[in-house]
């Protein structure tokens, strides 16, 4: 997970880092629109992170987020740089062709300044505490401005007004999610190596394990609602005929009221604002396209699907814990609950800025139609083929109807690379230009073993198929709605530290994330093996 490999890049010299890591729980692939969105967000949230540490930032750096195909890289060495000068954290530990590599220089401080940087280290752990409690209220504010952008009319003055807004409503959720992110990565790479060189599948796998059973997870909030309501269509055929019929339009009438309409009207309310791929404004919400949810709801009912047994992982952090130096012990425990709160911090924050990212897509479909009227776009969707400052410079008028050739050109252009860049294959790294790949293909993310026929992703919607392998470019949180049906999960790039693994472990899905190449090798259909404990998938 740590372990690198790159023909062009060499583990000496001090060069940029540039990761896609922290991007992991996010569609793989960003059209224009909401790549540009992403990217001017992320800047305002680790400038707003530091900020609120207390470190004297001017601004983060325009480099900070860069595009390559479509897909974000952060600028890791710039923030270990961060870290280091002002709160004195040691940046993670990374092997590039089997030898160390040093994100940024480090040294350990003398007397005088280990007594401030362990002050700023306090505001950090406080900051992150903190962050926790203000969850509810970060979502409640931008669930309000969500509901605010739903009731416009959407003159040209509500466009303007909405515009100026987005990125503001974006930054504090945002950066929510960017300080659990961080601060999880750097506690699973200081708590891999705390433990016994050697297998490090089996490393993966003791951490995964302890981990198991987090309450306060969205998904598994998701998977509960979703469950409750297929309790109740099993229990009437109608209810299931309903649920069965090919076309939305078709189910426009016949269900109005009742103890199943009103529990789906909630489950909407609750997460009718998140959307298949996740950061991807180019797609519908599942307020506006419910056929996953409702196809979940249907495959629970037929299958009689349960809550999942939990089982309490005090066994299996005890094993971690006995695994550790005796010295070490204490800071491996500390370790391991951080990670299980920044967990927990991270599904939150994600589910809160999933607000954010529905109500800018609203805003970017009234922006397209006012851009259709007059012909400049030839459909409002159009809009997810510009950045965000092209897009505000159509409706200031700055870009107007005397450029609708360059307008169109630049779409045409646009929407040509962008399907190219849905077949590519991408590095996980880079330093400086140079790609960088996992050393070890398939990362152990959910314990155990689970034989099944593979059924890889075709479309947009996630694959609902009763205990099959399911398989994907890449598994994010809007693949909840699979876990009770899904046999195991495997994946071509992807973290163990991604809300959706996190759980799949409560629902013992094993999964296998990050098999880059290996991926593309897999049989549709064939029977596959995932071995979750140990990182492999065989056919």
């Known amino acids: 997970m740590y372990d690198y490999t790159s023909e062009m890049a060499a583990p000496t010299g001090n060069r940029a880092l540039y990761t896609r890591s922290y991007f992991y729980p996010f569609v793989s692939v960003f059209s224009p629109f909401s790549y540009s969105v992403l990217a001017e967000i992320s800047q305002r949230a680790w400038f707003h992170y530091y900020t609120r540490l207390g470190a004297e930032i001017a ?18 060495k710039w923030i270990c740089e961060q870290d280091v000068a002002f709160v004195g954290l040691q940046p993670p530990v990374l092997r590039l062709n089997g030898a160390p590599v040093a994100i940024c220089s480090w040294e350990k401080p003398g007397l005088v300044a280990a007594f401030r940087l362990g002050r700023n280290q306090k505001k950090l752990a406080d900051l992150l505490n903190n962050l926790s409690a203000e969850m509810p209220a970060i979502t409640a504010r931008v669930q309000k401005w969500y509901a605010k952008v739903m009731a416009m009319r959407w003159t040209q003055a509500e466009i303007l007004q909405i515009m100026e807004e987005i990125e503001r ?86 269900i109005l009221s009742g103890p199943f309409a009103d529990s789906l009207a909630r489950l909407f309310d609750n997460f009718g604002h998140w959307a298949t791929g996740v950061g991807e404004m180019a797609h519908p919400c599942w307020i506006e396209d419910p056929e996953l949810i409702l196809s979940a709801i249907l495959a629970c009912a ?131 230009d140079a790609p960088v790949w996992m050393a070890r293909p398939g990362l152990p993310s959910v314990g155990g073993q689970i034989t099944g026929p593979l059924r ?14 399911v398989g994907a470019r890449r598994v994010d949180s809007s693949w909840t709605p699979t876990l009770p049906v899904a046999g195991g999960f495997v994946a071509a790039t992807g973290s163990p530290l991604d809300p959706i693994i996190a759980a799949a472990r409560a629902w013992h899905v094993p999964a296998v994330v990050g098999l880059g190449a290996a991926y593309d090798e897999l049989v549709d259909g064939a029977q596959t093996v995932v071995d979750g404990t140990a990182g492999r998938v065989e056919q």
Request: hydrophobic share 40%; charged share 20%.
């Open 456 to 469: 890889p992703q075709k479309h947009l919607r996630p694959v609902l198929c009763q205990d099959a392998v």
């Open 59 to 76: 601004f983060a750096p325009k480099t900070l987020v860069r595009n390559v195909d479509g897909r974000p890289y952060l600028d890791l």
């Open 169 to 254: 409503y974006g930054t504090e959720s945002l950066m929510a999610y960017f300080a659990a992110r961080h601060n999880l990565e750097r506690a699973h790479n200081a708590l891999v190596n705390l433990l016994p060189s050697g297998d490090t599948a089996h490393r993966l796998h003791l951490i995964n394990s302890a981990l198991s059973d987090l309450d306060g997870l969205t998904e598994l909030s998701l998977t509960g609602e979703i469950l409750a309501l297929a309790r109740l269509a099993a229990r009437d055929s109608k209810l299931t005929a309903w649920l069965g019929q090919t076309h939305t339009a078709n189910r426009s009438e016949g």
């Open 302 to 432: 037929k299958s009689q699907a349960t809550e999942p047994k939990r089982v309490p992982s005090t066994a299996a952090r005890q094993q971690l814990l006995d695994s550790v130096n005796g010295s070490a012990r204490k800071q491996a425990e500390q370790l391991l609950e951080s990670l299980r709160t920044l967990t927990i911090l991270q599904s939150q924050a994600l589910h809160a800025f999933a607000y954010v990212l529905a109500g800018t897509r609203t805003w970017a479909l009234a922006a397209g139609a006012e851009a259709a009227a007059d012909g400049r776009l030839l459909s409002p969707q159009d809009a997810f083929l510009y950045e965000l400052e092209e897009i505000k410079q159509m409706m200031t008028g700055e870009w107007n109807i005397t450029s609708t050739g360059e307008i169109r050109q630049r779409a045409e252009e646009r929407r040509s690379s962008y399907a190219q860049w849905q077949s590519r294959r991408a590095p996980v790294a880079f330093f400086d």
